[in-house]
């Protein structure tokens, strides 16, 4: 049996309160009845502030729990088929992980460090303005979500089985909170040990991992890949996954050259609003002081500028920004949180959408051509500043009054700010979209364009500017009938959660061709 009721924030540790309010509902459960929360989330559109919860009743000790001890007991597949996977994201790792449980040996393919590794390379861009190409915020072991937030929310609930996805985060150390939490949530301190413990599975059950091997080319024959050619090392295969991410430009770029069919897509752009915590905390929960057993308030919006788009994208309450480039000269930002989130710093996207219209200048780089839009905004931004990962900046109300801004509010950017007119850098049209929403939320929101308000250029990676087409059934591509793009590189989803369930379903349908 399970029960629905509401909590203050300052009774949801205690179970007393739990069983008063359940034995409201069900006054025929004895006063020591055993019970398991199985949702919680906050709803903070009426003061108070409540918890809005629902518990199972365990009538019996053999009655399943979600806090009863997982063991991730998959087959050896030492010997068996390979799956070449391109990618150690979540896509590629879920996809790892998928192969092992059909049977199948994923040999995983990437072109950065692992996990732990990684930490030098982001502490030279955070710290120097040394972007390592290989190896940065987007590349490397766990792929962007490792070292941006580890946010597990996603709407995709069709592409495939959440719990089934957030069940294996915890087999491997997640906190198993995230199986009850509406928006679950990991953090950047806690994904690394968890990433290692995802490898260490794919090891022992007879998978390959290879870092350091950068994708260089293919070798086709009759319309399959035969062999993927590194820049160390190569390999002959039969069946190639494609998860490497939507930054991963030469991967397009090869694709293109070798006149294998990829398609321009609308993407979104704009930049990383930022406010103190404490004004959202206001905005959002109406305490001047934060109730001690509430977490740092989000919140989501969105709005239509002229029939297109304009919404805030990858919220981080208590996080920080940081930079999200992929090779020098260009400067891209993103958001991140630790498991606390307790940062005084609240950013977000906000972004809107772009589409043909918006990159029409570039129709001559043909299918790249929304890639190529991109990244001239990326270099525009880069030369603002003064050649180190400084990002261009601006007081949120002087952006919609396109005044450079005479000093700045303090930032969680740790590279540093520059004052620059960051209403000069995007086309008048994504401009104005921008700012009449800028305008739209400020008159909604009270705070939300005060003198602490921050944007900080550019957040463009918000999803791939390319879609490699594949069939619906077969996952396969049209052209290269081996080739599987798979996860947010191929334009078919975004984030942790829609992006391991894709790599699972890449999966299913491989295994589906292999057995038939």
Known sequence: MEVDYRLLPSEIYDLDAHRKQIIRQHPELPLDFKFELIRRNIDARFTPVIYVLRSKIINNESEKSIESAHTFKYPTVENKTEVHIIGAGPCGYFAALECIRKGLKPIVIDRGKDVQSRRKDLRDIQQFGIVNPDSNYCFGEGGAGTYSDGKLYTRSDKRGNIRDVLQIL??????????????????????????????????????????????KDFIILKNKIV???????????????????????????????????IQAKAFALGFRIEHPQKDIDSMQDRQKNREENLPAASYSISCQIEDKG??????????????????????????????????????????TQVDEEDFIKFSDRNELRALAFQSSIEQKVFALGDGSQKAAAQKTIDYINKKISGSLPSSSYIPGTISAPVHEIFPEKINHRLTEALKYFGKRMKTYLSEESIIVATESRTSAPVKIPRDKISCAHPEILNLYPSGEGAGYAGGILSAAMDGQRVVDAISKQINS
Do not use: W
């Open 227 to 261: 062999e993927i050619l590194c820049e160390n090392k190569n390999f002959t295969c039969t069946n190639v996954i494609l998860a490497t991410g939507h930054s991963a430009r030469d991967i397009y770029r090869l694709l293109d050259n070798k006149k294998i069919a």
């Open 170 to 215: 915890v087999d491997h150390g997640a906190n198993k909170d995230i199986l009850i939490d509406v928006h679950p949530h990991i953090g950047s301190n806690k994904l690394p040990q968890i990433i290692q413990n995802i490898r260490q599975s794919i090891l022992n059950h007879g998978g390959e991992v290879h870092f350091n091997c950068h994708v």
């Open 310 to 351: 304009v919404f805030s994208f990858c919220m981080c309450p208590g996080g920080l920004i940081v930079p999200a480039a992929t090779s020098p000269g260009e400067i891209v930002v993103n958001g991140m949180s630790l498991s606390r989130r307790d940062s005084p710093y609240a950013n977000s996207g906000f972004v």
